[in-house]
Antibody, heavy 122, light 108 residues
Framework: QVQLQESGPGLVKPSQTLSLTCTVSGGSISSGSYYWSWIRQPAGKGLEWIGRIYTSGSTNYNPSLKSRVTISVDTSKNQFSLKLSSVTAADTAVYYC??????????????WGQGTLVTVSS | SYELTQPPSVSVSPGQTARITCSGDALPKQYAYWYQQKPGQAPVLVIYKDSERPSGIPERFSGSSSGTTVTLTISGVQAEDEADYYCQSADSSGTIVVFGGGTKLTVL
């Protein structure tokens, strides 16, 4: 059974870059036709998809965050990563990594990490 | 930008049927998915491809689709079903993932 685990700083200063890593265990990140995504959730609010990467390196991002987001993959470490630049307090949220599976022209998330809280504050 | 619309809250008594709707213009062309999220936990997929149920999800959870609206139905609601429920789909191109705003299900 695949498992995902987020890691990274829990506190980031405004204007700096948020960096998180998701480590995948129980299976190779390169195997199968899966996408690897980041999703966030501010306290008391809904889920927001940040973006996805395929193991080929192709990416798609939420248009509302596209100018600040970079998602990358390191297949040798079975990890993928998120960088969000120029953060503000509005970026404070629980950040989840997830594996998605395609269904026709859309995808769904069957495997999630436990989530990690990132607070943006000076 | 594309949006999925859910009611903020639904309340139901134990044993009754709860119905949570999700509306979006691209839903006739895109599958919908439903997640259950309890406090402090990651979301759990309860319905995929409009009406399919993953293994391990109780039969009381079902999904349906009609035009621009999809519906999650929980029959014989139990206290443990109290949670936030999110629909999810994609824009018409399939490139962008979109979540609904979430519905808080309260079991009275």
């Amino acid at each position: 059974q695949v498992q995902l685990q987020e890691s990274g700083p829990g506190l980031v200063k405004p204007s700096q870059t948020l960096s998180l890593t998701c480590t995948v265990s129980g299976g190779s990140i390169s195997s199968g036709s899966y996408y690897w995504s980041w999703i966030r959730q501010p306290a008391g609010k809904g889920l927001e998809w940040i973006g996805r990467i395929y193991t080929s390196g192709s990416t798609n991002y939420n248009p509302s965050l596209k100018s600040r987001v970079t998602i990358s993959v390191d297949t040798s470490k079975n990890q993928f990563s998120l960088k969000l630049s120029s953060v503000t307090a509005a970026d404070t949220a629980v950040y989840y990594c997830a594996r998605s599976q395609m269904a026709q022209n859309s995808e769904y998330f069957q495997h999630w990490g436990q989530g990690t809280l990132v607070t943006v504050s000076s | 930008s594309y949006e999925l619309t859910q009611p903020p809250s639904v309340s139901v008594s134990p044993g009754q049927t709860a119905r949570i709707t999700c509306s979006g213009d691209a839903l006739p062309k895109q599958y919908a998915y439903w997640y259950q999220q309890k406090p402090g936990q990651a979301p759990v997929l309860v319905i995929y491809k409009d009406s399919e149920r993953p293994s391990g999800i109780p039969e009381r959870f079902s999904g349906s689709s009609s035009g621009t609206t999809v519906t999650l139905t929980i029959s014989g609601v139990q206290a443990e079903d109290e949670a936030d429920y999110y629909c999810q789909s994609a824009d018409s191109s399939g490139t962008i993932v979109v979540f609904g705003g979430g519905t808080k299900l309260t079991v009275l």
